[in-house]
């Protein structure tokens, strides 16, 4: 039987002609690593590795974004991370979320909400578990 099992990419938005701002936070900032792929490059696209997975940035008109949406971030040794972004020149909010652990949100240049989440705090094999199909956690 087929299943899905793993995220592949994830893509969000930027206005047009915001590749180089994104270029400028998600490599220079985050040190993401850019992707190149002669197969997939296309005007209007950045892509970068986020471990097997992909992050993918496309131009496009662009009303803004949702604030409940987010892109969550697994980072090993958090606070020496914070204090890198910061020394950088980033805003980085770390009220974190009461019981939850080690997490801090930032914004990217075109409002794009970033979860730093402390690697060693959540493990997803210990947290996760197979929901019931009419299963929603509110």
Do not use: C, K
């Amino acid at each position: 039987m087929s299943s899905v099992f793993a995220i592949d990419h994830v893509q969000l938005p930027i206005p047009p002609g915001g590749g180089w701002r994104a270029r400028e936070f998600y490599e220079e900032r985050l040190g993401l690593r850019e992707l190149r792929d002669p197969a997939l490059d296309r005007p209007g696209t950045l892509r970068f590795q986020l471990g097997v997975q992909r992050l993918d940035l496309h131009e496009g008109p662009y009303s803004g974004v949702a604030p409940q949406a987010h892109l969550a971030l697994r980072v090993r040794g958090l606070r020496d991370f914070i204090g890198a972004l910061r020394e950088r020149g980033l805003r980085v909010d770390t009220g974190g979320v009461p019981d939850v652990g080690a997490r801090a949100y930032l914004d990217d240049p075109f409002g794009n909400r970033i979860e730093l989440i402390d690697a060693l705090v959540l493990g997803a094999a210990e947290t996760a578990y197979e929901a019931d199909p009419l299963e929603f956690a509110v």
